[in-house]
């Protein structure tokens, strides 16, 4: 049974740092790409990282570039996603997914599987 399981969510004041973690069982990461994704109220959810042993990456959306870091420890079955210089924009439910065959590396559609999700709340 393939199961994500986030973590490393919580509360933190603007310019502070979070790391999150996505835990990934049932699978190996050699076969699948790991995205990264983020639903603020109201909104879509959105893709803003990318992370595959096979074909490349990682790759950000805009928004996050320069402040998010996203790295994998394969003998972890594990990847991480480094959040600094957070804003209150970066305020979302975060969700890691995986994905077999991903080409539209940031389409939700793409991935089969997906995380619970964790919240990150960033204060002003």
């Known amino acids: 049974e393939v199961q994500l399981v986030e973590s490393g969510g919580g509360l933190v004041q603007a310019g502070g740092s979070l790391r999150l973690s996505c835990a990934a069982s049932g699978f190996s990461f050699a076969d699948y790409a790991i995205g990264w994704f983020r639903q603020a109220p109201g909104k879509q959810r959105e893709g803003i990282s990318y992370i595959s042993s096979s074909d490349g990456g990682p790759y950000y959306v805009d928004s996050v570039k320069g402040r998010f870091t996203v790295s994998s420890d394969n003998a972890k079955n594990t990847v991480y996603l480094q959040m600094n210089s957070l804003k209150p924009d970066d305020t979302a439910v975060y969700y890691c997914?995986?994905?077999?065959?991903?080409?539209?590396?940031?389409?939700?559609?793409?991935?089969?599987?997906w995380g619970q999700g964790t919240q990150v709340t960033v204060s002003s």
């Open positions: 997914a995986a994905g077999k065959k991903v080409q539209l590396v940031f389409s939700r559609y793409e991935y089969e599987y």
